[in-house]
C-alpha cells in the first residue's frame, strides 16, 4: 500500500486541478450526510443523461445542463472510453458579492480506470490509511507553496468512503481560504460500472449559510439507474 498512496495523491491532485475552474472560489486548488430517499422540501428533481437522476435547490440556477433525450448512453461511454470529461450538470446558487454566486455543483462523467484511484485497492483501504493520504496531500501542497515562497491556501483535507445509489465512492472534504474568506470543496469519486466514473463536486464560501449540507443533500440524492 506504500506505493498505492502516492499514485492516489496524483490522481485526485490533477483531477482537482482540472476541475477546480468550474467554481472560479478557490484561488489554488470528507465527511458524508445521510442517504435521502425523496425529494426535500425546496429541492426539485431533475434527469440527466445516463440515467441519472438529482434533486437540486429551487433556488439555484442552471449554467448548463446535458439533454438526457438527445445525449445517449453509447455516445457518453464512447467520449469516457477517450478520457473525455464530461459535464452533465453545472449549477450556481446566486449570491450579491462580486462573483454573482457563493457557491456552485457539477456533475461530470470521466475515465474511472484513467483519473480515479483503482476500485479494488479502495475497497480494502482503511480509514487509517485515508487519513495518512490526506495528510500526504495538504503537507505536499504546503511544500509545494513554501518552494515558491508562497503560503498554500489549503487549510485542511478529509477523505472517506462511503455509497451514491449503491455504487462506491471516496469523498473528499477540502477547506481553504478564498478571496472573501475561507472556502470549502466537497468531491464525490463514484465508481460507476464498466471503468465510468462520476464525479460530483460542489465548491463555495463557508459565510454562506448550510453549504456544506446543500452539497451533501445534492450528492445523497443522487441515483443512478443501470
Given at each position: 500500500m506504500n506505493e498505492t498512496k502516492p499514485r492516489i495523491f496524483g490522481k485526485l491532485a490533477a483531477?482537482?486541478?482540472i476541475?477546480?475552474?468550474c467554481a472560479g472560489l478557490f484561488s489554488c486548488a470528507s465527511d458524508d450526510g445521510g442517504s435521502v430517499t425523496e425529494t426535500p422540501s425546496g429541492y426539485m428533481p431533475r434527469q440527466l443523461p445516463y440515467g441519472i437522476s438529482i434533486s437540486m435547490p429551487e433556488d439555484w440556477q442552471v449554467i448548463r445542463a446535458a439533454d438526457p433525450s438527445v445525449?445517449?448512453?453509447g455516445q457518453l461511454d464512447s467520449q469516457v472510453a477517450k478520457d473525455e470529461k464530461v459535464v452533465l450538470l453545472e449549477m450556481k446558487r446566486l449570491a450579491n458579492n462580486e462573483l454573482g454566486m457563493d457557491g456552485t455543483l457539477a456533475v461530470v462523467l470521466l475515465n474511472a480506470s484513467k483519473n480515479f484511484p483503482p476500485e479494488a485497492e479502495m475497497r480494502s483501504i482503511t480509514q487509517e490509511q485515508l487519513d495518512q493520504i490526506a495528510q500526504n496531500f495538504l503537507r505536499?501542497?504546503?511544500q509545494a507553496a513554501a518552494r515558491q515562497n508562497q503560503q498554500s491556501p489549503l487549510i485542511s483535507v478529509r477523505v472517506t468512503k462511503t455509497e451514491i445509489s449503491g455504487y462506491m465512492a471516496l469523498v473528499r472534504r477540502l477547506r481553504g481560504k478564498g478571496k472573501t474568506g475561507e472556502v470549502t470543496a466537497l468531491e464525490w469519486?463514484?465508481?460507476l460500472p464498466g471503468g465510468t466514473g462520476m464525479l460530483i463536486r460542489g465548491t463555495g464560501?463557508?459565510?454562506s449559510p448550510g453549504i456544506e449540507t446543500i452539497f451533501e443533500r445534492i450528492?445523497?440524492?443522487v441515483k443512478v439507474q443501470p
Open positions: 483531477l482537482s486541478l476541475l477546480i475552474a445525449v445517449t448512453k505536499n501542497d504546503q469519486y463514484v465508481y464560501e463557508l459565510t450528492a445523497n440524492s
